[in-house]
């Protein structure tokens, strides 16, 4: 850290502009961040201002916190799809936050189906292993919680449509639909593999498959299970720097 520049961003802190306090605190951040060989984003990226997804954020229960860039990416890939036809669902749904924003972004009364068994994870496989012991390992049932309360908080989602029940036991209630948007975040290889089996083949053209876990140390499975089955469709998976991963229709 450059001990002159420290001190004429910290002194313009206490006595300049509002922004050159905000300056500071990322100049300081980021420094921080790169002795630890991380990276944070960039502070004037516009999509932390936008007013219309923080205000989609603002009306979800604060006590779900997810990653900001993660449900913007998603937010905005929905908004991209609502001239298609077809409707949207979520497996692994947890409180509800992404659902909550695919159906603000659509802004419409589609269905929207969720899947989730609202006990938590299933059972990993040898496929969901972290590649090293520095990587925790995520367990069966973590991440339960129970389904009235996800139901209360996308109370103002009337079409939101709830299947409770283990990935994919009940799947077969919608064989008949199609889809134009589906959020996949179960984190393990199984019921990645068998949510984007059965959801690809029912999406309408343009439409697109996402994964919450793609690229992440803690979800090998659930990027196996993504690669595997967009190879045997045809497709490939485009890894965005969220950690996000979509399959393009
Ligand atoms: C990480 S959370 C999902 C977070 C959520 N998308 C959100 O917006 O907050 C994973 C969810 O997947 C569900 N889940 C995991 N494996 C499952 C399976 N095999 N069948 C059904 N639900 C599953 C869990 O119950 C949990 O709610």
Known sequence: MQLRKLLRYGYRSLTGEPHEKRDFSFYVMNQLAKWLDMRIYNKHTNWQDDSDFLAVMRRFDPRYPRAKERQFFLYNLARSLRHLPGETAECGALGGASSHVIMSAFEDDRPHHI???????????????????????????????????????????????????????????????????????????????????????????GGALVCDDYGFSTCPGAKKAMDEAAESLGRRVIHVPTGQGLILK
């Open 115 to 205: 899947f989730d068994s609202f006990s938590g994870l299933s059972e990993p496989t040898e496929h969901d292993k972290p590649a090293t012991t520095a990587v925790r390992a995520l367990q069966a049932g973590e991440f339960a919680s129970p389904l009235e309360a996800t139901r209360r908080n996308l109370a103002e989602h009337p079409h939101a449509l709830f299947y409770q029940g283990w990935i994919p036991e009940r799947f077969d209630e919608v064989a008949d639909k199609q889809f134009c948007l589906v959020s996949v975040d179960v984190d393990f290889y199984e019921p990645t593999r068998d949510s984007v089996l059965f959801f690809f083949p029912r999406l309408v053209a």
